[in-house]
């Protein structure tokens, strides 16, 4: 049976999951349950994602996630494949860390409770897996339901809270989170029972809305699939640029900032340290590709990308120093 595309548009939102290649486990320690949530932030700034819910569990995580320009496939990709080069590096292995390709329900942004009962069901599984004793649903460190209800001394600047809280008429405030925490203080001692249909569509569908919602999808599927003469190609989605236009902005500023033109940066070193800090301050904001970096940047070979741009700055002070130039230009002119 032929792979469904993947559904990419601007303000889709996700339920994602994947687990663990043989079903192993994806994290084994805290410090990799860490860097995952690093990576997770570092692709939420590259490509503007924003997270309602989380979770990870032993062998498997889920998000409810957000994609406010259709770049789930790109993100996904630099996301998954950065934090398996990480566990692999940590723990001295190689080869796939992941079981294939990962679950991304799309889901009805404007159905009401839709938010609220899929960040229960994203909440409530450690309760589900029995990991917790009764009533101690804040004790799980691994889900962003502390950052729901306040425990967390600082909130990620990616994980948002109110369009769950809302759909609850509830406000993002110290007495009003405690409603919540005493909501799902009852949820959990329901053992974690979900709504069934919401729940069951999540599992075995592809698409959680409405008819009417459905029908806009296929739609969507039907025109990707015209755009590519009648093939539907794996992860084909809906053609768009997935964030070359804001690094070219980013990379005009930033040799506006530094005095640089096209003809210099073909004279330059390839790794010189000005390229290097506008590699890297470009990469840290998009997912453009290493290739497209290397051609506009005159680096050569894709492979010195990562090789430069993937090095501790503090090999080379000046490249701090641009860093810190570039950043402080982008606070100014937003």
């Known amino acids: 049976m032929p792979r469904r595309e993947r559904l990419e548009f601007a303000g889709a939102v996700y339920h994602v999951l994947d687990r663990g290649d043989r079903r192993e486990a994806i994290f084994r320690d805290d410090r990799d349950r860490e860097s995952f949530l690093t990576t997770l932030g570092e692709a939420c700034a590259r490509a503007g994602w924003r997270v309602h819910a989380y979770?990870?569990?032993?062998?498997?995580?889920?998000?409810?996630?957000?994609?406010?320009?259709?770049?789930?496939v790109k993100g996904m990709h630099w996301f998954q494949c950065t934090y398996t080069a990480r566990f692999n590096r940590r723990h001295r292995l190689c080869g796939h860390l992941f079981q294939g390709r990962y679950k991304a329900v799309v889901v009805d942004p404007q159905e009401r409770s839709y938010f609220a009962a899929l960040s229960d069901y994203i909440h409530l599984n450690p309760v589900r897996a029995r990991m917790l004793g009764e009533g101690r649903l804040a004790d799980y460190r691994w889900s962003s339901y502390p950052a729901y209800v306040g425990i967390l001394p600082q909130r990620p600047t990616w994980l948002t809270v109110e369009t769950v809280l809302g759909e609850l008429g509830l406000a993002d405030r110290a007495g009003e989170r405690r409603l919540y925490s005493e909501r799902m203080k009852r949820r959990a001692e329901e053992d974690g029972v979900e709504r069934a249909g919401v729940v069951e569509d999540l599992r075995r569908?592809?698409?959680?809305?409405?008819?009417?919602?459905?029908?806009?999808?296929?739609?969507?599927?039907?025109?990707?699939?015209?755009q590519l003469?009648?093939?539907k190609a794996v992860d084909a989605g809906?053609?768009?640029?997935?964030?070359?236009?804001?690094?070219?902005r980013m990379l005009s500023a930033a040799l506006s900032a530094l005095e640089l033109?096209?003809?210099?940066?073909?004279?330059?070193?390839?790794?010189?340290?000005?390229?290097?800090?506008?590699?890297?301050?470009?990469?840290k904001a998009t997912l453009v590709s290493n290739e497209w970096l290397?051609?506009?940047?005159?680096?050569?070979?894709?492979?010195?990308?990562?090789?430069?741009?993937?090095g501790a700055t503090e090999a080379d002070p000046r490249i701090t120093q641009i860093l810190c130039k570039l950043e402080k230009m982008a606070r100014c002119t937003t």
């Open 238 to 248: 809906v053609a768009r640029d997935h964030g070359e236009a804001s690094a070219s």
């Open 229 to 231: 003469g009648g093939r």
């Open 261 to 283: 033109t096209a003809p210099n940066m073909e004279q330059m070193r390839k790794n010189d340290p000005r390229k290097v800090a506008v590699g890297k301050w470009i990469k």
């Open 55 to 72: 979770v990870l569990m032993g062998n498997h995580y889920h998000l409810l996630l957000e994609t406010p320009e259709a770049n789930l």
């Open 294 to 310: 290397a051609a506009r940047l005159c680096m050569g070979h894709p492979s010195r990308v990562s090789r430069y741009c993937g």
């Open 205 to 226: 569908g592809w698409c959680l809305g409405g008819m009417d919602f459905r029908k806009r999808m296929l739609g969507l599927l039907d025109a990707a699939a015209d």
